[in-house]
């Protein structure tokens, strides 16, 4: 298992509320990734993040916002949660510095979001 | 735009068969391609990578990959399945192109059924 962790794993908030989403890895990788996945399985990549002070919007836009204050950790927020919201977010780091490429993302257990 | 496509939504096997994950790739340069696997409520879990060498990959719990540059084509495969290995199977491209920023880019995934 990766040395990256998420919490919480699962919850349930109405609609409205503040949430922040933890993921903190041990690895002191450079780059941070978040993926939200839709049932239907596929992953979508809403923000990322290339060290402390970095945060980049993904492909899939997204209300959420990220913050990188420490290179550990890698939190996303959202300020008003809608329904739409529900999902699973998969939080995920790796070793790349700037454009390395070909190393691999290691995944935390993801956190299944339902906004009811 | 880079792209990796799984064309298989679900792919069944009987425990014992060889068992093949189809994946296939659009890049304009050379490939980086990886295997992810995701068990229930889990995040996803590295397999195996291809960066260059070799055309033949293996990686985790006996897969192996083949690379096929004139095919465009990264299929997963293992000679004998085993039923834990059920499960959402990922490919993914990796590299600069297109702006992608060094980002994964993965396909929508593959539901593996191996059957007793």
């Known amino acids: 298992e990766a040395d990256i962790y998420q919490t919480p794993r699962y919850l349930v908030i109405g609609t409205g509320k503040k949430i922040t989403l933890e993921c903190s890895q041990t690895m002191g990788h450079d780059k941070m990734y978040w993926y939200q996945q839709d049932p239907g399985m596929e992953l979508h990549l809403i923000h990322y993040?290339?060290?402390?002070?970095?945060?980049e919007k993904g492909d899939l836009s997204s209300e959420s916002t990220v913050s990188r204050i420490r290179t550990e950790h890698f939190p996303l927020t959202l300020e008003s949660a809608r329904p739409s919201h529900t999902s699973q977010y998969l939080c995920?780091?790796?070793?790349?510095?700037?454009?390395?490429?070909?190393?691999?993302?290691?995944f935390g257990q993801g956190t299944r979001l339902t906004v009811v | 735009a880079q792209s990796v496509a799984q064309p298989e939504d679900q792919v069944n096997v009987a425990e014992g068969n060889p068992l093949t994950v189809k994946c296939t790739y659009s890049v304009s340069g050379n490939p980086y391609l990886f295997w992810y696997v995701q068990y229930p409520n889990r995040g996803l879990q590295f397999l195996l990578k291809?960066?260059?060498?070799?055309?033949l990959v293996k990686g985790s719990y006996g897969f192996e990959a083949e690379f096929n540059k004139s095919q465009t084509s990264f299929h997963l495969k293992k000679p004998s399945a085993l039923v834990s290995d059920s499960a959402l199977y990922f490919c993914?491209?990796?590299?600069?192109?297109?702006?992608?920023?060094?980002?994964?880019?993965f396909g929508k995934g593959t539901k593996l059924s191996v059957k007793p």
């Open positions: 993914a491209v990796g590299g600069n192109y297109g702006g992608s920023q060094g980002n994964l880019i």
């Open positions: 993040s290339y060290g402390v002070n970095s945060t």
């Open positions: 291809y960066i260059t060498g070799d055309n």
């Open positions: 995920a780091s790796s070793e790349s510095r700037g454009l390395v490429l070909g190393t691999e993302a290691f």
